[in-house]
């Protein structure tokens, strides 16, 4: 470590633990009321609205060309469900409590790519093809956006290149969606990415480029070639506010599922959402929406590996993404392809500063006997890097610092009232072979 970097960091001693590849619990000092702090951001509700409704422009295009949306109406949307069971099986097997009722945000079952990417990815692809339809006068808002599925629309947007680098999910996503609508699409892939994610891009119609090399090395060149092209679209991972507002649409369709289902969020009924974190896009997204719609009456936290934990590293020194988890010694490896990052995105740690609870770390192990306990518990598979989210319920009233908070926020004798979400980022395409292989990892 660089005596110079190490000097001017907060949390020393808790980055010591971290750098010992050690299990932590990191709650964020710089919290604030959600109105100071949302009033520090450019972004606003309004921003999350405009994406809300350019989702519903494409809604009868989506509908046609993917017709496993069409209980949603061509909106991509995931179940919101409780998994008493598995509260119960978390409860025993870690010796915990979790007061309140546990729910899962079920992204892994989102349609078209299986993630939570699927919101992001897929919006930012749409916003991009809305924005040259528009500016060669091929559509106007107001029309029917299923011309979008048109031949006329496909010869058009050939024409052009969208390009992106990614540990699979986000390559999923934008590959997919980029090749339905017509454009030469390239994605590139970090040595993290599994074969059967490559393979079926490939199918789609993708050109898959692969590395030997992490994730931040796939960004680089993906970055460095389309720039150089300027018929060529890049997707930014790393600083997209339209990847951004695309996830953050989530809240609302939350907001909306709570609601239906009568579930009372207040002060009283305090919510706590628990997102696994990459470079920070997608669970930074979501927070964002969620401290819009519920302010202080939402506790936000990240999930990470011990040993890919970039965003707490970024957050806890205070230096964002003027560090990476190789700063500290740790890997940058896991198994948990989706989380494989070793910087995060600093215009998402930014953000995130006076918004984001805090941010538990856990071990690879514990992330497949998760996988385990929802399979047997409730039916439901997810992938290992989802799985992750599960780390937060059982840490919050366990953990010492965790424990602090809640009784720092006077929320003590709320608990019994907390509405607990888990928000599981992907799982649904992975194929059977893989799924029993991963049941099979890390067995005691
Ligand atoms: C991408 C991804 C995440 C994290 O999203 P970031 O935007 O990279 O922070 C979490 N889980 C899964 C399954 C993912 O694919």
Known sequence: MNQELWNQMHC?????????????????ADLENAQNALSKIELTMKDIDDAEERLARFAPFILKIFPETKNENGLIESPLAEIEKMKQQLEAEYATTIPGRLFLKQDSHLAISGSIKARGGIYEVLKHAEDLALAHGMVKETDDYSVFASEEFKNFFSQFKIQVGSTGNLGMSIGIMSAALGFHVIVHMSADAKQWKKDLLRKRGADVIEYNDDYSKAV?????????????YFVDDENSSTLFLGYAVAA?????????QGIVIDAEHPLFVYIPCGVGGAP???????????GDNVHVFFVEPTQAPCMLVGMASGLQNKVCVQDFGLSGQTHADGLAVGRASGFVGGVMTHLLSGIFTLEDYHIYDLMRDIVNSEGIFLEPSACASFWGPIQLMKEQSARAYIEKMGLLHKMPNAIHVPWATGGSLVPQEIREEYMHTYLK
């Open 12 to 28: 020393k001693d808790l980055l010591k633990e971290v750098s010992n590849g050690k299990e932590v619990v990191w709650i964020n």
């Open 252 to 260: 609302k369709r939350i907001k909306k599922q709570f609601e239906e």
């Open 284 to 294: 930074g997204g979501v927070a964002f929406g969620l401290k819009q719609l519920f």
């Open 220 to 232: 680089e060149v993906g970055r460095k070639n389309s720039d150089a092209d300027p018929t060529s």
